[in-house]
T-cell receptor, first 116, second 113 residues
Framework: DAMVIQNPRYQVTQFGKPVTLSCSQTLNHNVMYWYQQKSSQAPKLLFHYYDKDFNNEADTPDNFQSRRPNTSFCFLDIRSPGLGDAAMYLC???????????????FGPGTRLLVL | GNSVTQMEGPVTLSEEAFLTINCTYTATGYPSLFWYVQYPGEGLQLLLKATKADDKGSNKGFEATYRKETTSFHLEKGSVQVSDSAVYFCALSGRGATNKLIFGTGTLLAVQP
């Protein structure tokens, strides 16, 4: 089945130690998104890629970076994790909208990040 | 700007009860509307969607109708089950290639046997 895969499901890192979360997709979608979701809150968009074009949200901290080496993979890099970065990180994909319509976003299962 | 307001939870129901979770939106133009469901410890799953006024989205017994006149997209189910216990997010997106999803705050539904 076509899907969005995130590994690992749980990640533990130390304060200040760089960490990378990964996302892959078999849907062949050209748009990939990264969201941060803190406990009991709605997901918050960090950035997205439209093909190779990177689009950062204005309020995303510089500590968060992303790479997309090919259509299938996208990585979230947290350069110096703080305690406040502990959260669920969700990857989503979609086709680019056409004719003015927004295509549905499909989410992976998420990676829960714990910062010690 | 665009925004979504949904009823606060938790909503606690007995099995087989009728469910309504209210969702209203503010948007320019004609957004697409979505309901996503998140089970404990999982990512978001698309439950249903509607892309134009008067469209009804439906899936797994859940329904929601895109009401432009009241700017609403209320989620309903006639008979809930324990397995429906989850957090439900209403969301909208504007028109365009990659317009982002705007989520409501989520509503926790707890269904008791």
């Amino acid at each position: 089945d076509a899907m969005v895969i995130q590994n690992p499901r749980y990640q533990v890192t130390q304060f200040g130690k760089p960490v990378t979360l990964s996302c892959s997709q078999t849907l062949n979608h050209n748009v990939m998104y990264w969201y941060q979701q803190k406990s009991s809150q709605a997901p918050k968009l960090l950035f997205h890629y439209y093909d190779k074009d990177f689009n950062n949200e204005a309020d995303t901290p510089d500590n968060f970076q992303s790479r997309r080496p090919n259509t299938s993979f996208c990585f979230l890099d947290i350069r110096s994790p703080g305690l406040g970065d502990a959260a669920m990180y969700l990857c989503a994909t979609s086709r680019a909208g056409t004719g003015g319509f927004q295509e549905t976003q499909y989410f992976g299962p998420g990676t829960r990040l714990l910062v010690l | 700007g665009n925004s979504v307001t949904q009823m606060e939870g938790p909503v606690t129901l007995s099995e087989e009860a009728f469910l309504t979770i209210n969702c209203t939106y503010t948007a320019t133009g004609y957004p697409s509307l979505f309901w996503y469901v998140q089970y404990p410890g999982e990512g978001l799953q698309l439950l249903l969607k509607a892309t134009k006024a008067d469209d009804k989205g439906s899936n797994k017994g859940f329904e929601a109708t895109y009401r432009k006149e009241t700017t609403s997209f209320h989620l309903e189910k006639g008979s809930v089950q324990v397995s429906d216990s989850a957090v439900y997010f209403c969301a909208l997106s504007g028109r365009g290639a990659t317009n982002k999803l705007i989520f409501g705050t989520g509503t926790l539904l707890a269904v008791q046997p």
